[in-house]
């Protein structure tokens, strides 16, 4: 059973930064898709960045692109997203999520997850 914790969120001024931790366990040999999505007071879920466990491919929702970095460490299991410039828009519930992915499958901010974090909120005030 997969379990992933999320840290790292907090509150930062338009402008600032901040880098979520997700710290994975459980996972079984193989590869795996990682991905962080976010959701507003109000709104819907929306995928911002996934990983591909495998060889660490990326991709980004256009919303987020050139501003948040997805990385992993793959001795500790731990997903990072760091983010830059943060703006209002960027508040929310920050989750954490994961799915194994077979070598050269999909792996992208819109596919289906079956593990999920309890979440960080990041708030960004102007």
């Known amino acids: 059973q997969v379990q992933l914790v999320e840290s790292g969120g907090g509150s930062v001024q338009a402008g600032g930064s901040l880098r979520l931790s997700c710290a994975g366990s459980?996972?079984?040999?193989?590869?795996?898709?990682v991905g962080w999505s976010r959701q507003a007071p109000g709104k819907g879920r929306e995928g911002v960045a996934a990983?591909?466990?495998?060889?660490?491919?990326?991709s980004y929702a256009a919303s987020v692109v050139k501003r948040f970095t997805i990385s992993q460490d793959s001795a500790t299991l731990t997903v990072y997203l760091q983010m830059d410039n943060l703006g209002p828009e960027d508040t929310g519930m920050y989750y954490c999520?994961?799915?194994?992915?077979?070598?050269?499958?999909?792996?992208?901010?819109?596919?289906?997850?079956?593990?999920w974090g309890q979440g960080t909120q990041v708030t960004v005030s102007s």
């Open positions: 999520a994961a799915d194994p992915v077979s070598y050269g499958g999909d792996c992208h901010t819109g596919r289906y997850f079956g593990y």
């Open positions: 459980g996972y079984s040999s193989g590869t795996y898709c």
């Open positions: 990983i591909y466990t495998g060889n660490r491919r990326a």
